[in-house]
């Protein structure tokens, strides 16, 4: 009896000191990264939960390894991503939302014990935008309006980097889709790849620029007035953050499910380039932006 008691008290304390395990929080290290790392991390501190800051870890993959590695314990990653570590990235699943994070939800589980947490209602891709006056003027409100300008010899001059404009998920992808070409003298290509820079250029019309490759939820697209061109064709896979957990991580922690599926639900494209906003063209601290995020939606205190 003794014996059996001792037992069950070992196994509670054993319980006891594992679930209060800090949870290693990584990010990438771009700005938006920055931000829903912190919106993660703030979470967790306020529900009682112990945390280690890896946040602005690095790209894609060097978090993604760390998180497979078990270096990490959770960290915001997007939908559409998955169809490229699953080599998916045909699959048609991944340009529609819903399925986009049901199946990656479903492949990382079965492959990889990660959990996916509901993802937010923004979807970061690759875009066009072009300045608001131009939009205007040639009634410019998707791809397809895009195509039809470029088509009748509209005065079109578009920046983007390399990437964009050579990436077959990128420009290829949406002369394809939509039936125009970009001749070379249309194109203003830019070293790097630098959102802030091409938003800029076309928003200011540098160098006749009216046009600019953009991600949707960039912070600079809330204070230039630039177009973003909606894509009715689904070209672009569904990019919606989420956090990831590993599955062992998330069951010492089963309550934090909630609130940070809370966190990121009024994540909103509008709101997020407003959050990206201050973090990439104000300079604010990605913790200050995210801690005034989440007491404003009274999700902390």
């Given at each position: 009896?003794?014996?059996?008691?001792?037992?069950?008290?070992?196994?509670?304390?054993?319980?006891?000191?594992?679930?209060?395990?800090?949870?290693?929080?990584?990010?990438?290290?771009?700005?938006?990264?920055?931000?829903?790392?912190?919106?993660?991390?703030?979470?967790?501190?306020?529900?009682?939960?112990?945390?280690?800051?890896?946040?602005?870890?690095?790209?894609?993959?060097?978090?993604?390894?760390?998180?497979?590695?078990?270096?990490?314990?959770?960290?915001?990653?997007?939908?559409?991503?998955?169809?490229?570590?699953?080599?998916?990235?045909?699959?048609?699943?991944?340009?529609?939302?819903?399925?986009?994070y049901a199946l990656?939800?479903?492949?990382?589980?079965?492959a990889n014990h990660?959990?996916?947490?509901?993802?937010?209602?923004?979807?970061?891709?690759?875009?066009?935008?072009?300045?608001?006056?131009?939009?205007?003027?040639?009634?410019?409100?998707?791809?397809?309006?895009?195509?039809?300008?470029?088509?009748?010899?509209?005065?079109?001059?578009?920046?983007?980097?390399?990437?964009?404009?050579?990436?077959?998920?990128?420009?290829?992808?949406?002369?394809?889709?939509?039936?125009?070409?970009?001749?070379?003298?249309?194109?203003?290509?830019?070293?790097?790849?630098?959102?802030?820079?091409?938003?800029?250029?076309?928003?200011?019309?540098?160098?006749?620029?009216?046009?600019?490759?953009?991600?949707?939820?960039?912070?600079?697209?809330?204070?230039?007035?630039?177009?973003?061109?909606?894509?009715?064709?689904?070209?672009?896979?569904?990019?919606?953050?989420?956090?990831?957990?590993?599955?062992?991580?998330?069951?010492?922690?089963?309550?934090?499910?909630?609130?940070?599926?809370?966190?990121?639900?009024?994540?909103?494209?509008?709101?997020?380039?407003?959050?990206?906003?201050?973090?990439?063209?104000?300079?604010?601290?990605?913790?200050?932006?995210?801690?005034?995020?989440?007491?404003?939606?009274?999700?902390?205190?």
């Amino acid at each position: 009896m003794r014996r059996r008691l001792a037992a069950v008290l070992l196994a509670l304390i054993v319980c006891t000191v594992h679930a209060q395990e800090p949870l290693r929080v990584g990010s990438k290290a771009d700005n938006e990264g920055a931000l829903l790392g912190q919106v993660v991390l703030q979470v967790l501190r306020h529900h009682g939960v112990p945390v280690v800051d890896r946040t602005q870890l690095g790209p894609t993959s060097i978090v993604r390894r760390a998180l497979l590695n078990g270096d990490l314990d959770v960290y915001p990653e997007y939908t559409g991503n998955a169809a490229f570590f699953f080599h998916r990235e045909s699959d048609p699943a991944f340009r529609d939302a819903a399925k986009a994070y049901a199946l990656a939800a479903s492949l990382d589980h079965s492959a990889n014990h990660l959990v996916w947490l509901a993802p937010a209602p923004a979807d970061n891709h690759w875009a066009i935008g072009v300045r608001g006056d131009v939009a205007t003027r040639e009634s410019l409100r998707t791809l397809r309006d895009f195509a039809r300008w470029v088509n009748r010899g509209g005065n079109v001059l578009l920046a983007g980097s390399a990437e964009f404009v050579e990436s077959d998920a990128a420009l290829p992808a949406f002369q394809s889709a939509y039936g125009f070409n970009l001749r070379g003298d249309q194109l203003l290509v830019l070293a790097g790849g630098d959102t802030s820079a091409t938003i800029k250029a076309a928003a200011e019309g540098i160098s006749g620029v009216n046009a600019s490759m953009v991600y949707s939820t960039d912070g600079a697209i809330a204070i230039t007035g630039l177009v973003v061109l909606d894509d009715p064709a689904h070209v672009e896979l569904a990019y919606q953050p989420a956090a990831v957990f590993r599955e062992e991580a998330l069951q010492r922690y089963p309550a934090v499910r909630a609130p940070l599926e809370a966190a990121f639900r009024p994540l909103t494209v509008d709101m997020l380039r407003r959050l990206n906003a201050r973090t990439q063209i104000d300079g604010e601290d990605a913790a200050k932006v995210a801690a005034d995020y989440l007491r404003a939606e009274g999700l902390v205190r």
